[in-house]
């Protein structure tokens, strides 16, 4: 059983994720390397897309989600993804357990709630047209008066396998989307029954190598260790002599290439999907980036871990993006976020007269 040095397993980590190179992919097969990209609000995936593909645009991820090959949905956590059709297919029953025991967090707020008729109402109410979750309520609302309208909400989005409706605006969904039921828009079933071994190695070849206990945060499934121990996989053992576990074949490249300076968007799956997150983010910086209200912050790279946050606005006419770093950068580092940067706001602000790249306090 080898070691792999803190470098090493970040290097492994990176190269998968797309974050060593650019890749020359589609979208369909990038989002299924990721195992899926966290999408709480739209714009996310194509800000991660366009920081992992060579040549990317806006209009490839619009397209491929009006041709139903992709799909925004609820799935690990409990919380919204996009996923490409034949994964949310294949893994719904699997993360089944997941969103099902998300019910207990309505704790109070769950009395009088029987879940099967509910789901049953939901679903007859989708088949007619897609609607909002506001329209869901009210309907379901009117129909269970004595129940919580949050829970009546919460159970359709839980246990009913439903997709976001995409229209034709810039990031491909409105800020109050409407929701469809999922075998009816991909004209498909979901897969009958749980495939766990499968949901580990897809797992691993894209964040690993990783332990049994990164597999349930990032999945929400309990109980990994026994799955793991079934499967054909690389154990390797980090600094601290903890098991590491990875697919044979996943890439491991020399801990000494050099990893370019990289612009990730809020909730960005790689920083969601470990227990400890040493290998990208140091501890110390955890707290800036992790927000109390439970949101993820926009950050970059920097030799391939979180050296600073950055948000990006346009004010007339003139894009501007700021780097709040989170330590001294050096002279070279900063012409690569610049020019890095300045990339990014072609893509986010493609109208704007101007463009800057500018540090927080300077």
């Given at each position: 059983m080898?070691?792999?040095?803190?470098?090493?397993?970040?290097?492994?980590?990176?190269?998968?994720?797309?974050?060593?190179?650019?890749?020359?992919?589609?979208?369909?097969?990038?989002?299924?390397?990721?195992?899926?990209?966290?999408?709480?609000?739209?714009?996310?995936?194509?800000?991660?897309?366009?920081?992992?593909?060579?040549?990317?645009?806006?209009?490839?991820?619009?397209?491929?989600?009006?041709d139903?090959?992709?799909?925004?949905?609820?799935?690990?956590?409990?919380?919204?993804?996009?996923?490409?059709?034949?994964?949310?297919?294949?893994?719904?029953?699997?993360?089944?357990?997941?969103?099902?025991?998300?019910?207990?967090?309505?704790?109070?707020?769950?009395?009088?709630?029987?879940?099967?008729?509910?789901?049953a109402?939901?679903?007859?109410?989708?088949?007619?047209?897609?609607?909002?979750?506001?329209?869901?309520?009210?309907?379901?609302?009117?129909?269970?008066?004595?129940?919580?309208?949050?829970?009546?909400?919460?159970?359709?989005r839980m246990?009913?396998?439903?997709?976001?409706?995409?229209?034709?605006?810039?990031?491909?969904?409105p800020?109050?989307?409407?929701?469809?039921?999922?075998?009816?828009?991909?004209?498909?079933?979901?897969?009958?029954?749980?495939?766990?071994?499968?949901?580990?190695?897809?797992?691993?070849?894209?964040?690993?190598?990783?332990?049994?206990?990164?597999?349930?945060?990032?999945s929400?499934l309990?109980?990994?260790?026994?799955?793991?121990?079934?499967?054909?996989?690389?154990?390797?053992?980090?600094?601290?002599g903890k098991?590491?576990?990875?697919?044979?074949?996943?890439?491991?490249?020399?801990?000494d290439?050099?990893?370019?300076?990289?612009f990730l968007?809020?909730?960005?799956?790689?920083?969601?999907?470990?227990?400890?997150?040493?290998?990208?983010?140091?501890?110390?910086?955890?707290?800036?980036?992790f927000?109390?209200n439970?949101?993820?912050?926009?950050?970059?790279?920097?030799?391939?871990v979180?050296?600073?946050?950055?948000?990006?606005?346009?004010?007339?006419?003139?894009?501007?993006?700021?780097?709040?770093?989170?330590?001294?950068?050096?002279k070279?580092?900063?012409?690569a976020?610049?020019?890095?940067?300045?990339?990014?706001?072609?893509?986010?602000?493609?109208?704007?007269?101007?463009?800057?790249?500018?540090?927080?306090?300077?």
């Amino acid at each position: 059983m080898s070691t792999m040095s803190a470098r090493a397993i970040n290097r492994a980590t990176l190269a998968r994720q797309m974050l060593l190179e650019r890749a020359d992919v589609s979208v369909v097969e990038a989002v299924g390397r990721l195992g899926g990209m966290q999408g709480q609000e739209p714009k996310h995936p194509y800000v991660g897309l366009w920081t992992r593909l060579n040549g990317f645009t806006d209009e490839q991820l619009s397209t491929t989600v009006q041709d139903r090959k992709l799909v925004r949905a609820t799935l690990y956590r409990g919380t919204l993804h996009l996923l490409t059709r034949d994964d949310y297919l294949r893994f719904r029953a699997t993360l089944g357990p997941v969103l099902e025991g998300g019910l207990r967090v309505l704790g109070d707020r769950a009395e009088g709630l029987e879940p099967a008729k509910v789901i049953a109402a939901a679903r007859e109410l989708l088949a007619k047209e897609p609607l909002t979750f506001t329209e869901v309520r009210d309907a379901l609302v009117e129909q269970f008066p004595e129940v919580n309208e949050r829970a009546l909400g919460f159970c359709t989005r839980m246990m009913v396998p439903l997709v976001m409706f995409p229209t034709d605006t810039r990031w491909g969904y409105p800020a109050n989307a409407r929701f469809t039921p999922a075998e009816e828009w991909l004209d498909a079933k979901l897969h009958p029954s749980a495939v766990p071994a499968e949901l580990v190695l897809r797992y691993l070849a894209a964040f690993g190598p990783a332990t049994p206990a990164d597999f349930q945060t990032w999945s929400g499934l309990p109980k990994a260790k026994p799955v793991f121990d079934n499967l054909d996989l690389k154990v390797f053992t980090d600094e601290n002599g903890k098991a590491l576990y990875d697919v044979p074949d996943a890439p491991r490249p020399d801990p000494d290439i050099e990893a370019p300076v990289r612009f990730l968007p809020e909730f960005d799956n790689l920083l969601l999907a470990y227990v400890k997150r040493e290998r990208i983010i140091a501890d110390e910086h955890r707290p800036a980036v992790f927000t109390k209200n439970l949101r993820i912050k926009s950050t970059y790279l920097v030799d391939g871990v979180v050296a600073g946050l950055w948000t990006a606005e346009k004010k007339r006419g003139v894009a501007t993006l700021t780097l709040t770093p989170f330590g001294r950068t050096l002279k070279k580092t900063s012409t690569a976020l610049e020019r890095e940067g300045t990339s990014l706001l072609g893509f986010l602000e493609p109208d704007a007269k101007s463009y800057e790249v500018v540090t927080a306090g300077q």
